[in-house]
């Protein structure tokens, strides 16, 4: 109570105020709202934070039990973030004077940085106090800082029919997620009052399951027949990436034929160009690389005789992985030159790049999914280790 006491007087001489975490509670509290003991509390690294003004969504850490009661705010004060997953509040801030507050934890301590750049709205409220300069309100400052600038402008023109490539042949207990993927694409779709068309020659899915898409195409996913369907269908726009490999194989090779462009379809979500470049080894090196990313040496070789030369310069043991490879289909662990040989061997017979890289094996590996939409928005799906 003495702490709260003492934020209120602080209220009193208009100077900036952040509070984080239980700092946002205690000034919450100290405004005049009312907290809650929450259910079972938002906790981990992968929380996500939507700012009320901007709709933009952040990943954010937290560990925190209970919450501000968004319902029952006095008038000069507004919600500044709400959680995604349980509409809680993630934070409030003034309508007018410099004071806001996040239940989150923008500082990050090893948690996403999505929101590191609050500290720096923060600061500049701060300079302006302490120079007599005409101080933008923390509200607009907060909004201005977080609103997305596309380079490029966002087409915002709904299509009509999609066209969806879908999983292909699975086998038990591996690709499921290209299945889930597919029939929640397709759910997505059929929200929004999409025609639904979808490519998939395995009757045993979910996404060829009566109900699912308007129309199935129970085909190879090749680009013949995915172009006779374009053909015959002539959708807006396609999706090739709820298919595996397969898909992707497939519509880089239909953009290469000039397919997309001669029947007028829009590639939907990512684009050829970024699958181009994460499904060729060598190229995804190199973007890795200018942005400063520590991975391990490699080298893209393309013949049996260049990879046990890279292999030689890298020092065994080394892991050779297939470009554009159907369930890393060829890829392996080489400990020696004769492993190395047998293993590109059977690598470039289904491939034409291979990379060679310096073993990592016996470190941690820990995968995070994350989706990213046109505004820029981030959700971190799930995360899991690879063993």
Same mark, same amino acid.
């Given at each position: ?5 003492n ?7 208009k ?12 000034? =919450? ?17 992968? !929380? ?11 990943? &954010? ?9 968004? @319902? ?15 509409? =809680? ?18 500082e990050? &301590?090893?948690g996403? %940085? ?13 300079? +302006? !106090? ?36 879908? =999983? ?20 997505a779709?059929? %929200? ?14 979910? !996404?060829?399951?009566? $109900? ?28 090739? &990436?709820?298919? $595996? !490999? ?12 000039g397919?997309? @462009? ?30 400063? %990313? ?6 893209a ?18 892991? @050779? ?5 159907? $369930?890393?289909? $060829?890829?392996?662990? @080489? ?5 190395l ?10 491939? =034409? ?10 470190w ?8 990213? +939409? ?14």
């Open positions: 109570q003495v702490i709260i006491e934020i209120r007087k602080v209220f009193k001489q100077k900036p105020i952040f509070g984080i975490c239980l700092g946002h509670q205690l000034l =919450s509290i100290a405004a005049g709202c009312v907290t809650y003991k929450m259910r079972y509390g938002n906790r981990g690294h992968n !929380q996500p934070a939507t700012h009320r003004v901007t709709g933009r969504c952040y990943m &954010t850490s937290q560990n925190h039990g209970f919450c501000v009661d968004a @319902a029952q705010l006095p008038s000069d004060w507004e919600v500044l973030f709400t959680n995604a997953n349980d509409n =809680s509040n993630e934070g409030l801030v003034h309508s007018v004077l410099p004071y806001f507050s996040v239940q989150f934890h923008p990050h &301590t090893a996403p %940085e999505d929101l590191e750049c609050l500290f720096d709205v923060f600061l500049e409220s701060v300079k +302006d !106090q302490i120079n007599n300069r005409f101080c933008i309100s923390i509200k607009d400052r907060l909004t201005e800082k977080l609103a997305y600038r596309p380079a490029a402008p966002i087409v915002t023109e709904q299509p009509k029919k999609i066209l969806i490539l879908g =999983s292909g042949g699975l086998s038990i207990g591996q690709a499921g997620e290209f299945d889930y993927s597919g029939s929640q694409a397709i759910k779709l059929k %929200e929004e009052s999409i025609q639904t068309l979808l490519i998939n020659p395995n009757i045993a899915t979910v !996404q060829t399951s009566k $109900g699912m898409a308007d129309k199935v195409y129970f085909l190879p996913i090749t680009p013949e027949y995915v172009e006779q369907v374009i053909r015959s269908e002539r959708p807006d726009g396609v999706l090739l &990436t709820f298919g $595996g !490999q397969t898909a992707l194989n497939c519509g880089v090779e239909l953009e290469k034929n397919v997309f @462009a001669k029947y007028n379809v829009k590639i939907l979500g990512t684009p050829i160009e970024s699958i181009i470049q994460t499904e060729d080894r060598k190229i995804f090196a190199d973007r890795i690389s200018e942005i400063n %990313e520590k991975v391990a040496p490699s080298a070789v393309y013949s049996i005789p260049e990879a046990l030369e890279a292999a030689e310069k890298l020092g065994y043991p080394v892991m @050779a992985r297939a470009a554009f490879s159907l $369930g890393g289909l $060829g890829s392996g662990f @080489a400990n020696t030159k004769e492993e040989k047998t293993l590109a061997q059977q690598a470039l017979a289904h491939s =034409s790049q291979l990379i060679i890289d310096k073993s990592l094996k016996g941690k590996e820990v995968e995070y999914e994350v989706v990213r +939409d046109a505004y820029d928005n981030c959700i971190t799906v799930c995360n899991m280790e690879n063993v």
